[in-house]
């Protein structure tokens, strides 16, 4: 993949639409670095001896592969998710059979070509196209699959919860992020402009962005003005262009979505600040003006659902009591991010909030390969983890094993 990773950047920014020279590059190369990670951690996946009372006994246990991993992944990161899922479930010695979104088979194509070249015994990556709801669910319920890895939707994934009862799972579904900005957040230029660029990479098709600016009423002023030249200063177009900062939206279901949550926001009050439309002159309807939106009313759906497009929504608080009412209007929990510059404040609110990541003073999408990632048990970002030893733990079985020495 790094001697290749100029072609499979090409067919990402192709298939999926971020820019060539920033994001789709970046995608491929932090694939690389995702094996790279998987193969050192493993070498750390210690076997474990147990002491007990009984001097006859030796108690260990160690790790065992479940068998056949069934992995289904979106098309907002093609190279990258997949490779989240199927580097650690190789190094720790499992098959994969592997359903990538249709939309970016092409892309999800160059990667199998990569894991093709490499050498692997016949049989450890295994590539299936179709659709979703039929490749997929023959996938979860084949029964010599033993466990499921799923990023995507929380509707799908609560179908393949169901499908698949009874079998290990990694889900890792929607986000709507709340960024919280409290009245004593330093507010320099590296600060706003990480909750900036954490509303509109990835042209915000991302489930850690920050899906809504929680800001306090005596910050929100700055917060909005500087989001809002941030937003102008952007350049959408087509994804090969050099100058361009933001490419198009992938499909017309996001786009029609963004329509509906654009206009509910201001049906209840808000304010377009900036953009708030597609824009014309291109060959399709997928390009979207970065959007900044303020006065957002807690009851609309920029602040109750997941967006997934270039919005910066934001919405004020004058105290506690408000600020909870207004994060816990969104059952999801993946990621948030809280800017202050008290630390008993963040470690209080990091604590109460109801995410599986916490980032303090930093975006909501910050995130490395050898973090823990993943959602809050009981809400609706799925459940599990990728990243580090966890995920390794995640798809190896524990055995116990105990040796009586005779005497």
Known sequence: MEKRKEEVAYAVALEQGKPYNTEA????????????????????????????????????????????????????????????????????????????????????????????????????????????????????????VNGIGFTGSTKTGNIISQRGAGKHMILELGGNGPTIIADD??????NLTAI??????????????????IVHQAREYE???????????LIVGESFDQKINMGPMHNEDNCSKLDTHIADAVNRGAEVVFGGRRLENFKTRLFYQPTVLRNVHPDSLANCEESFGPLAP?????????????????????????????????????????????NINDRSNYWELHIPFGGISGGSSGRGRLGGMKVLEEMTDLKTITFTIQN
């Open 185 to 190: 957040a330093e507010l320099n230029e590296q």
């Open 25 to 144: 590059l970046g995608e491929v190369t932090r694939a690389v670095e995702g094996f790279a990670n998987a193969s050192e951690h493993i070498k750390w996946f210690e076997t474990s001896v147990i002491n007990v009372k009984d001097p006859t006994k030796r108690v260990f246990s160690i790790r065992q592969p479940k068998g056949v991993y069934g992995v289904i992944t979106p098309w907002n990161f093609p190279i990258n998710i997949p490779v989240e899922y199927i580097a650690p479930a190789l190094a720790a010695g499992n098959a994969v059979v592997w359903l990538p979104a249709p939309s970016v088979s092409y892309s999800a194509w160059k990667l199998m070509e990569c894991i093709i070249d490499a050498d692997l015994p016949s049989g450890a990556v295994n590539f299936i196209t179709g659709p979703g709801s039929e490749a997929g669910d023959g996938i979860v319920i084949h029964p010599e």
């Open 196 to 213: 900036a660029s954490s509303c509109f990479s990835n042209a915000g098709q991302i489930c850690t962005a920050a899906g809504r600016i």
């Open 314 to 358: 934001v919405v004020s608080f004058s105290n506690d009591r408000e600020l909870k009412e207004i994060v816990s209007k969104s059952s999801l929990g993946l990621s948030s991010a809280i800017f202050t510059s008290n630390i008993n404040k963040a470690f209080n609110l990091a604590e109460s909030m109801k995410t599986g990541i916490v």
């Open 223 to 233: 917060v909005v003005s500087f989001l809002a030249r941030y937003a102008q200063s």
